[in-house]
């Protein structure tokens, strides 16, 4: 009971300080050089040796074979712990770490993304196509 005084002085100092902490979503900070986020894909570079499948310790990538020497992928970021691995052990560059990790979604489903050859007769496009 003795120390309650202390306490309201405490409280009400506190009331007038500055924040220590960061206003995150309304302040963004600089993100880190190397920072480990979404991993992206390049149909135009795979070769399909499956090495990023077989050095994934999540099992969060597949890749298909759409045509003769023609890949796309499928990346489950649901089940992606951002290491990399599929990137370094990759010979052609296909998969790249990008810095984007702001990748919360309510629906587990959002985070398939489908990443569709650019050479496929049916999608010129090479955007990602997310299910919903």
Excluded: W
Excluded at 41 to 58: E, L, Q, R
Excluded at 61 to 83: P, S, W
Excluded at 118 to 131: C, D, R, Y
């Amino acid at each position: 009971m003795r120390f309650s005084g202390r306490v309201i002085f405490e409280a009400l100092g506190s009331l007038f300080k500055k924040p220590n902490t960061v206003l995150y979503p309304a302040q963004k900070v600089p993100k880190a050089p190397r920072l480990r986020g979404r991993i992206v894909f390049d149909a135009s570079k795979c070769i399909g040796c499956m090495m990023c499948v077989k050095d994934c310790p999540a099992r969060a990538i597949a890749i298909n074979k759409v045509g003769d020497k023609q890949f796309d992928c499928v990346m489950h970021l649901e089940r992606c712990v951002y290491c990399g691995q599929c990137a370094d052990s990759c010979m052609k560059k296909a998969l790249e770490v990008t810095p984007e990790f702001e990748l919360a979604q309510l629906d587990k489903s959002k985070l398939t993304v489908h990443y569709k050859n650019p050479n496929e007769q049916n999608n010129p496009q090479s955007e990602p196509e997310i299910k919903a």
